[in-house]
């Protein structure tokens, strides 16, 4: 009896600490909503745009590692992908809305991202790593000597349109709550892909890929399903950078994005939530202070110092280690 009872008082202490966890974690979201929908008055909007664009392109990379454990070098490829099409589409088509645009460009994606996959799911490691980038770097070239996407010039010029033909998103105010709108839309999809069942098995995958496969679960099925849902997430952000920026580049589908949406995963806390948003934010704020100054010639040498000291000293990153000081001393 006595044993019992005190198997009921650890469980009831685990559940209390797990709803205090939980209730802690909605103020969180709560404050940080209430941040970003007072941000751009009293910061530069299109700034704040490019970091939301750039954090949910995060999440859906930290989706697949953080929470699936395969490290992609080719998401370069869906971001690209996502922004090329809706640039064209809109540009070609004036009577095609931006939302349309939007959809039809993260569909794409999405389409690149089952080929990648089952191109690659079945591979470990390095191995799938190497032909990711392989992959990516094939879209890369095609973008190149596309005719539509203008080549090194890039695709200039495509226009904002009206949001469901009512509302002008040439006014930056517009616009910045439309691409915030859009974020939540993609962080809400991830929270409760993460915290689903599939979730839990992408973790056990991540943990003991063997051990998940002997209890009967599909890993390599399991593993294509978050690819295509990080890459049409990454798609979206694109397609939304492009309405942004109304611009569409050969920037985005360089290897170099792959890494720098890496850096950004892991600075913010690879396998949290609000890390990839964190790590972006703080990412896209260092390269717009070090572009501005005498220093700007040497943003990529400073990034990557900053990703080996990551890797070194706090390899939780930002949120990782906040989260690991909370448990610790706040239990």
Not at 8 to 28: D, G, P, V
Not at 116 to 134: D, E, H, P, V
Request: hydrophobic share 55%; proline share 3%; charged share 10%.
């Amino acid at each position: 009896m006595a044993l019992s009872e005190t198997v009921k008082a650890r469980a009831n202490t685990a559940l209390e600490s797990k709803q205090a966890s939980t209730k802690r974690l909605y103020i969180l979201y709560a404050v940080l909503l209430a941040v970003a929908l007072v941000a751009p008055f009293v910061a530069y909007p299109v700034f704040l745009m490019k970091i939301l664009c750039f954090a949910l392109f995060a999440c859906a990379f930290n989706l697949l590692l953080g929470y699936a454990g395969l490290l992609s070098f080719g998401h370069a490829a869906f971001l690209a992908t996502g922004g090329y099409m809706t640039g064209y589409l809109l540009s070609s088509y004036p009577g095609l809305t931006p939302e349309m645009g939007i959809i039809t460009g993260t569909l794409i994606a999405t389409l690149l991202g089952v080929v990648f996959g089952l191109l690659s799911i079945r591979r470990q490691g390095i191995y799938f790593a190497m032909i990711t980038l392989a992959l990516a770097q094939m879209v890369f070239f095609f973008y190149l000597q596309a005719d539509f996407t203008g080549g090194e010039d890039g695709l200039h010029g495509v226009p904002r349109g009206h949001l469901f033909g009512l509302i002008d998103l040439s006014n930056n105010l517009n616009m910045y709550y439309f691409v915030l709108a859009v974020f939540l839309l993609g962080f809400m999809l991830i929270q409760r892909t993460v915290h689903s069942p599939f979730g839990q098995v992408l973790k056990a995958i991540r943990e003991n890929e063997p051990r998940a496969i002997s209890l009967g679960y599909n890993t390599d099925a399991y593993k294509l399903v978050a690819f295509i849902l990080s890459a049409g997430i990454a798609g979206l952000a694109g397609s939304t950078k492009t309405l942004v920026f109304q611009l569409a580049s050969l920037t985005d589908a360089h290897w170099h994005m792959s890494g720098e949406v890496i850096l950004m995963t892991l600075v913010g806390g690879m396998g949290t939530l609000v890390g990839p948003l964190v790590g972006a934010a703080f990412v896209v704020s260092i390269e717009h202070q070090l572009s501005q100054s005498p220093l700007g010639d040497w943003v990529n040498v400073i990034l990557g110092v900053i990703f080996v000291v990551c890797v070194l000293t706090f390899r939780a990153g930002i949120v990782g280690e906040i989260q690991k000081f909370m448990k610790k001393n706040f239990k």
